[in-house]
């Protein structure tokens, strides 16, 4: 059991960060990106290509699997930046789809390598030095670590000039466009920011799981992101880390029903989804802003001069006694 939950925390701990991002780019500037999980795809695969084809260390891979999954989030934008949301989800999502079936059908990495075979024995760091037992909770801190510096570093952003734009930008191009800001450009940044930390919890992925192929990176695997986005609260970073937890605890449950509930596997499987799709609705049904609702910024100021209007009244000089 202790296994399993150091398991279970190190994949919450990826998939949140890959929440995160998501956020970033949908609760904070609005982009419907339903091509999401590609960018997580990259993150996997150039951090194994580069560590065990290439032979370079798990920094440059993991520095490298971020690169470039944020090239593509700005590649795709580039030509997508001027459409409206129901235009640009179709283009993300076929630009994810074109990125996996590249990855499906190139060989990179020798016989049985790449392609349709995927990549076995991926190098896992320090594993060989700690063993097998201690593995699991090093792998453990480096994930919440990581985490932790990837929710500082956009809670960060958002109270910077650059977050405060994105958030105007969320609620339509006139007021961004009103102040002078380029939408475009921010729209780019914007998925190259949410592409290089979806990167992030790629590589984590592939390092963790040690196996990939392109069938861990279908549509579907958006489907469950969004799902963690809208169930935690759009716009609110903490709201999608819980998501993540709650979501991936349905997700790695039904393992411990096996037994005891009169169903196959692969019935058990399909209940998970239908759970988390159950669990949706509930929520956009009685809490449309999701389970930790993104609070409105007050601003110090503004109360302060409320206050001071409150409390004026009229002085007399000296000479009017």
């Known amino acids: 059991m202790i296994d399993y939950l150091v398991y279970l925390l190190t994949i919450v701990g990826i998939w949140g960060i890959l929440s995160l991002s998501l956020n970033l780019q949908y609760g904070l500037t609005g982009l419907v990106n339903l091509g999401h999980i590609a960018f997580f795809m990259l993150g996997a695969y150039i951090s194994t290509i580069l560590v065990m084809?290439?032979?370079?260390?798990?920094?440059?891979?993991?520095?490298?699997?971020?690169?470039?999954?944020?090239?593509?989030?700005?590649?795709?934008?580039?030509?997508?930046?001027?459409?409206q949301q129901d235009y640009w989800a179709i283009s993300t999502l076929a630009a994810a789809e074109?990125?996996?079936?590249?990855?499906?059908?190139?060989?990179?990495?020798?016989?049985?390598?790449?392609?349709?075979?995927?990549?076995?024995?991926?190098?896992?760091?320090?594993?060989?030095?700690l063993g097998p037992e201690m593995y699991g909770?090093?792998?453990?801190?480096?994930?919440?670590?990581?985490?932790?510096?990837?929710?500082?570093?956009?809670?960060?952003l958002l109270n910077?000039?650059?977050?405060r734009a994105?958030?105007?930008?969320?609620?339509?191009?006139?007021?961004?466009?009103?102040?002078?800001?380029?939408?475009?450009?921010?729209?780019?940044?914007?998925?190259?920011?949410?592409?290089?930390?979806?990167?992030?919890?790629?590589?984590l992925y592939a390092h963790f799981n040690a196996f990939?192929?392109?069938?861990?990176?279908l549509p579907l695997e958006t489907f469950l992101v969004w799902a963690m986005v809208i169930l935690g609260g759009a716009g609110n970073y903490l709201g999608a880390l819980l998501?993540?937890?709650?979501?991936?605890?349905?997700y790695n449950s039904t393992r411990f029903l096996t037994g005891v509930v009169p169903l196959d596997a692969d019935t058990l499987g399909s209940l998970r989804m239908i759970a988390i799709g159950v669990l949706i609705i509930l929520v956009i049904h009685y809490l449309p802003r999701g389970l930790v609702p993104e609070r409105p910024r007050r601003y110090a100021g503004t109360a302060r001069n409320k206050q001071a209007e409150g409390g004026q009244h009229v002085r007399t000089s000296p000479s009017q006694g």
């Open 166 to 203: 994105l958030k105007a930008m969320r609620e339509g191009d006139d007021v961004p466009l009103a102040l002078g800001k380029n939408v475009r450009s921010l729209r780019i940044r914007a998925m190259a920011l949410g592409g290089g930390v979806a990167g992030l919890a790629g590589a």
């Open 160 to 163: 910077m000039p650059f977050g």
């Open 98 to 129: 074109i990125a996996r079936l590249i990855f499906k059908n190139e060989t990179i990495g020798g016989t049985y390598q790449g392609g349709p075979y995927g990549f076995s024995g991926i190098p896992q760091p320090l594993k060989d030095v």
């Open 212 to 217: 990939i192929d392109p069938t861990y990176f």
């Open 137 to 156: 909770w090093f792998y453990l801190g480096l994930t919440l670590v990581l985490a932790a510096a990837a929710y500082l570093v956009l809670q960060w």
């Open 53 to 83: 084809v290439v032979g370079t260390g798990y920094v440059v891979g993991f520095v490298g699997g971020m690169a470039a999954a944020a090239l593509f989030g700005a590649l795709i934008a580039l030509p997508t930046a001027h459409l």
């Open 243 to 250: 998501g993540a937890l709650i979501v991936q605890l349905i």
